[in-house]
């Protein structure tokens, strides 16, 4: 294999081990979105977006801080508290109506 062949080889195996890290953390983040979600009355306070936007700006400086582009981390928190809403709104609906 060419050098840069071997480069990218490396590298891909790094970002397998930092998205093995990345899961698990998402693991720990949706067991306290699920706990979250239970605690709800309804589905605007599922949603929150006032906490959304605080999340998503406190990111931003957590990224600003590591070197990281804020404009990455922002979407990337948009696109998972996305999909955190959906799965919570689906456990509270089904805690509104089991069976
Ligand atoms: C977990 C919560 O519910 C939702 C999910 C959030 C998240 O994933 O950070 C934030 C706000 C809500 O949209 C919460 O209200 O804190």
Redesign the pocket.
């Known amino acids: 294999m060419t050098d840069a062949g071997n480069v990218l080889r490396d590298i891909r195996s790094r970002i397998d081990l930092l998205d093995q890290q990345i899961v698990q953390l998402l693991a720990a983040?949706e067991d306290?979105?699920r706990a979250?979600?239970r605690l709800?009355s309804d589905t605007a306070?599922?949603?929150?977006?006032d906490?959304?936007e605080q999340?998503v700006q406190r990111v931003r400086g957590l990224a600003k801080e590591a070197g990281a582009s804020p404009e990455v981390v922002d979407r990337i928190y948009r696109a998972?508290?996305s999909a955190?809403?959906d799965l919570?709104l689906a456990v509270h609906r089904a805690d509104r109506h089991p069976g």
């Open positions: 983040r306290l979105v979250a979600g709800k306070a599922v949603r929150a977006p906490r959304v999340v998972m508290i955190f809403i919570e």
